[in-house]
């Protein structure tokens, strides 16, 4: 069965540091989400691809958060400089919704969980 | 963006027990699906349900977009059931951004 991968799947990192995130989605999914979950709360979206583009990075804090789908499959999330606020688990969704289609199920990876100290 | 509510926020069941699991929304939605987290973190899949009924095994799910909740049943509850259930809400006319709610946290004791 077709999956999301995620790696790594725990990161610890000292504040400052720079950190990675990587995300494959499922094969053929034009559409893929970057997640942060605080823990006890819901995801909330930091960043959506369509293909290539970003359709919405309105909640990514962009002076140390980047996010790139280079060729429109894989995608990183990175995070320089890691503050102490950051720790949390990172999730990628993808679903296979092309432009002017209502059906959009996502389905998610097994995250990344972030310790900063 | 739209609001999404869970209810309860906890709930402790013995193991067999029923119980319904309750998500509002505040403004017209595209989709709906509900999800089961896991002790690693992991979403699993249970419905996509924007509209209706659907069943899977013990679970089923309903669906009232025209009045702006959805419900998740469990029956016969089994300690794996144990974990926190989503439900996200994709909001319409706004590029497929989907909203969670805060989540149900449910432990099935044997």
């Known amino acids: 069965e077709a999956e999301v991968a995620q790696s790594p799947r725990y990161k610890i990192t000292e504040k400052s540091q720079a950190v990675a995130f990587w995300c494959d989605p499922i094969?053929?999914?034009?559409?893929l989400y970057w997640y942060r979950q605080i823990l006890g709360q819901g995801p909330e979206l930091l960043v959506q691809f369509q293909d290539e583009s970003v359709v919405d990075d309105s909640q990514l804090p962009k002076d140390r958060f980047s996010a790139e789908r280079l060729k429109g499959v894989d995608s990183t999330l990175k995070i320089q400089p890691a503050e102490l606020g950051d720790s949390a688990m990172y999730l990628c969704?993808?679903?296979?919704?092309?432009?002017?289609?209502?059906?959009?199920?996502?389905?998610f990876g097994p995250g990344t969980r972030l310790t900063v100290l | 963006g739209i609001q999404v509510e869970q209810s309860p926020p906890d709930l402790i069941l013995q193991e067999g027990a029923n119980s319904t699991l309750r998500c509002n929304f505040s403004d017209s939605v595209n989709n709906l699906q509900w999800f089961h987290q896991n002790p690693w973190g992991q979403l699993i899949n249970l419905f996509y349900?924007?509209?209706g009924t659907k069943q899977n095994g013990r679970l089923s799910a309903t669906t009232v977009a025209t009045e702006r909740y959805s419900l998740l049943y469990i029956s016969s509850s089994q300690t794996t059931d144990s974990g926190v259930y989503f439900c996200a809400v994709e909001e319409r006319d706004t590029g497929n951004q989907f909203y969670f709610g805060t989540g149900t946290s449910l432990t099935v004791i044997p």
């Open positions: 094969s053929g999914h034009a559409t």
């Open positions: 969704a993808s679903s296979s919704q092309g432009w002017g289609s209502s059906y959009n199920e996502q389905f």
């Open positions: 349900i924007p509209s």
